[in-house]
Every structure is written in structure tokens, then in C-alpha cells.
């Protein structure tokens, strides 16, 4: 039989699920971190005489992030190509053309090993690359039906390494690469444990490069994970897995993972202030690259809901940011309409995001989270107010939204720890398109 999912605390028949798993790439966080590459790769197996694949993007190039990297490399004896073809929020043919790529130079074998030196969009190119290349095939054979055909891989191949040079997305450590199929205009994933990376170095001298409003609108990302995964359903409200296998990547929050966002939300808000308003402050980089990280053991394993669920048709139908969607949906969804189903727990978040609560009930202090998170996004200075200022839309447009979110995000929809019908995401979108005046 295949399992049912339930997100109610009611008690079932069935078994509630017993068992929590936590599955992480080798780790190597600081100032120098990168410099320590030819350790990294001689600890995951890598001989100094192997070739390997950097992907990236020319921005990275023209900044010497690239260049320091393939210095070091080499240094060690390492041989390394550049691939600096990835694309913002690449498309199935932009990680194709990073695969052909890796098949012309090296032959269906491919690299020995493989770096990812980016935001988002360079670590999932290479994520996918590196599967694809392992298991044969193209990109869609691996995509999810009915865009792609679903085939399950099965090799995680040469080893990968992944470099962040922003803080938010989360991808360094997360099982997924995410592609857009412009003729859909959707997103679709390649979600495997055979897609994480073996090992996440993140050094924030790597992200000093990174301009103020895209420092803001990553770290709010990295927000979002935390605050979604520290609020969102427990994983025993879920059925259990008959099969291992058959256990969902988005498992529900347990001890661990809201000891990782609770981290990350004081980590965050308290260091993004100094990171929009001075870019080298190397120390404040390295608090948010942490923060970024921990927001994602969190946010990535326990699960994201709802903000998550309404950011990705925002996303494909106005092309917008996914960390500036978060911003902008947040304060509706997450720390609006969700805050009902455990005030205490939102009042917890209020006081990691700094507010004073004392003397509030529980319920004004939970209320207090989402003045506090638009407190915090006013005064970055750099994001919109809301999803009418970030993207035009207006009342005319919410029904549109509101339906295809409830049809295409069934799977984030599901483990939001409020129950939500379409009528209430319609809702939920019209209070988030303006934030503040
Ligand atoms: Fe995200």
C-alpha cells in the first residue's frame, strides 16, 4: 500500500512515523576555507593527477573568484577546465548545454570531479550536470513526469563539491536542482539523494562580491527556510513509511532541525543589517553564510509550506526573484495566516527575530514575528513592499495565482501546518501585496 500523508495532530489508526533521518555533504565553513580545496578533494577521494570541471558563470569569472580557484587547483597538481555558460535560473537546455559540454571534452566518462562556484543557479547546473553525466541520458529522462519521463538515478558518479557565493539558496546541501522549462513556464526538479553534493565549502570571502540587494533578497530566503522549517508540522504527524525509500524528502521539524532554525533566524536577522550596509564586513559574511547554511538543515529537512508554495507561481508567471518573493510573501503567509495554528511557537520567532515580548500575551507576541520581519525588510532599504511593488500584481490577478498554486504545489501545500483551501491562498496573496505603505 502506498502511504498517506496527514498533517493532523487527530489521532489515526494508522502509525504515526517513528523515525527521522538526517543526511548532510562533508561541511568546511570560514575565512580561507576555500584555499583548503586540494585537502577537500584529496579527502573525498580525488589524486592530484585528475581533471576536473569548475561551473560557473562569467560574472564569477570577471570578479577572480574563478581564477583563485583554479590557482589554488593547480597549485595542488589538479588539471581544471571552466565551464561559465550557466544562466539565471538555467533551463533544461542551458544545463544540456553545460552536459554536451563535459561529453565533447571528456567523453561519456566525463570529469573526475566537479566544482560548483555560484549562487543557486551554478551549484544546481552543476548538480544536475554531474547526475545526468553519471547515470547517461539527458536531462529530461530524470524530470519529473509528465514534463520529463521520472526515471529514478541511480549513481551519485565523480565526486562534487559545491562553493556558494551567496547566502540563501540552501542548494549547497540539499538533494534538488532545479531547472525552468520555459515553454511550460514552470519549474521542475531533479530530486535525489544522488544529486547531493559530497562535500559544501563555504568560505564568505566568497561573498563579498555579492551586491546589496541581492544580499538581501538571498539572506531573506535563508530566512524563509528557517522560519517555514521551525513552524511547520511535526515529523510524527506524519504516517509512517512502509518503505525507507518511501520517506519524503520534506520529513517534518524534530529536535534537530529547530535547533538549526532557531540559529539561523537569530544568525540572520541580526547580521543582514551589516552585510546590505557594508559588503566586506567579512565577519557578518561568514554569520550569514551559517545562518544560510543552518536555515537550510532546517528549513530543507523539516520542510518549507506555504510561502514556499505561492513563491513558485509568482516565480514562472512574472519571472521574479525567488529570495524577493519570499520577502514579499512572508509576512501574509508564513507569519500571517499560519500563526494560528500555534501562537506559542510564533511568538518563539518573534523573540529570535529580536522583538521584546515581554509583557505581551501569547498571542500579541506571535503577532509581533511579522511586524518585526517588515521592520527588518524596511530597513535593508532595498525590497519591494510587497508583491504589487515587485511585480505589478494587483486584486485582478490573485484568483490566477491562487489556482494554480493550490494546482501545482499540492506537495508544499500538503505540509502546511495550517490547512489551506484555495479561497484562503486568494487571501493570503491579496494581504501580500502590500506590506507597508
Ligand atoms: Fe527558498
Redesign the pocket.
Known amino acids: 500500500m502506498s502511504y498517506n500523508r496527514s498533517v493532523s495532530a487527530d489521532p489515526h489508526e494508522l502509525s504515526p512515523e517513528t523515525v527521522w533521518e538526517v543526511q548532510m555533504p562533508a561541511i568546511r565553513v570560514g575565512a580561507g576555507a576555500a584555499d583548503e580545496l586540494g585537502y577537500q578533494l584529496d579527502q573525498i577521494g580525488t589524486t592530484g593527477d585528475q581533471r576536473g570541471l569548475i561551473v560557473t558563470d562569467e560574472n564569477l569569472v570577471s570578479v577572480g573568484h574563478v581564477g583563485r580557484i583554479v590557482d589554488e587547483l593547480e597549485s595542488d597538481g589538479f588539471d581544471v577546465d571552466v565551464f561559465d555558460g550557466v544562466e539565471r535560473e538555467p533551463s533544461i537546455s542551458a544545463v544540456e548545454a553545460c552536459i554536451n559540454f563535459v561529453r565533447e571534452e571528456m567523453g561519456e566518462g566525463g570529469y573526475d570531479f566537479y566544482l560548483g562556484l555560484g549562487g543557486g543557479s551554478c551549484m544546481d547546473t552543476a548538480k544536475a550536470t554531474r547526475a545526468v553525466v553519471a547515470n547517461g541520458g539527458d536531462v529530461l529522462d530524470y524530470v519529473a513526469a509528465p514534463t520529463g519521463a521520472g526515471e529514478k538515478l541511480t549513481d551519485s558518479g565523480a565526486p562534487l563539491i559545491l562553493l556558494p557565493t551567496t547566502a540563501g539558496?540552501g542548494s549547497e546541501i540539499s538533494p534538488v536542482a532545479i531547472l525552468s522549462v520555459p515553454e511550460k513556464n514552470i519549474k521542475e526538479g531533479i530530486s535525489s539523494p544522488h544529486v547531493r553534493a559530497d562535500a559544501a565549502v563555504l568560505d564568505p570571502t566568497l561573498t563579498t562580491t555579492l551586491p546589496p540587494d541581492l544580499t538581501a533578497k538571498t539572506a531573506m530566503?535563508a530566512l524563509?527556510?528557517a522560519i517555514e522549517g521551525y513552524t511547520t508540522h511535526r515529523y510524527d504527524n506524519l504516517l509512517r513509511a512502509e518503505d525507507p525509500a518511501d520517506r519524503p524528502v520534506y520529513a517534518g521539524r524534530t529536535g534537530f532541525t529547530e535547533m538549526f532554525s532557531e540559529k539561523a533566524i537569530g544568525l540572520l536577522s541580526s547580521n543582514v543589517r551589516r552585510v546590505v550596509n557594508n559588503g566586506d564586513d567579512i565577519e557578518a559574511r561568514g554569520a550569514m553564510l551559517k545562518g544560510a547554511l543552518f536555515g537550510a538543515i532546517a528549513g530543507l529537512t523539516a520542510g518549507?509550506s506555504l510561502a514556499?508554495a505561492m513563491a513558485y507561481p509568482v516565480g514562472n508567471n512574472y519571472h521574479t526573484n525567488?529570495g524577493e518573493t519570499?520577502a514579499a510573501l512572508t509576512p501574509a503567509s508564513t507569519l500571517g495566516y499560519n500563526v494560528a495554528s500555534d501562537p506559542p511557537r510564533f511568538a518563539e520567532v518573534a523573540e529570535m527575530l529580536g522583538a521584546d515580548t515581554s509583557g505581551m500575551s501569547t498571542h500579541e507576541a506571535a503577532n509581533k514575528a511579522r511586524e518585526e520581519f517588515v521592520n527588518l525588510q524596511r530597513d535593508l532599504n532595498v525590497l519591494p513592499s510587497g508583491l504589487n511593488e515587485l511585480a505589478g500584481i494587483t486584486t485582478d490577478d490573485v484568483g490566477e495565482l491562487a489556482e494554480s498554486t493550490v494546482e501545482s504545489q499540492q506537495r508544499l501545500l500538503r505540509c502546511n501546518p495550517r490547512p489551506v483551501t484555495k479561497d484562503d491562498v486568494e487571501e493570503v496573496f491579496r494581504d501580500a501585496l502590500h506590506n507597508w505603505k
Open positions: 539558496t530566503d524563509g527556510h518549507a514556499h525567488h519570499i
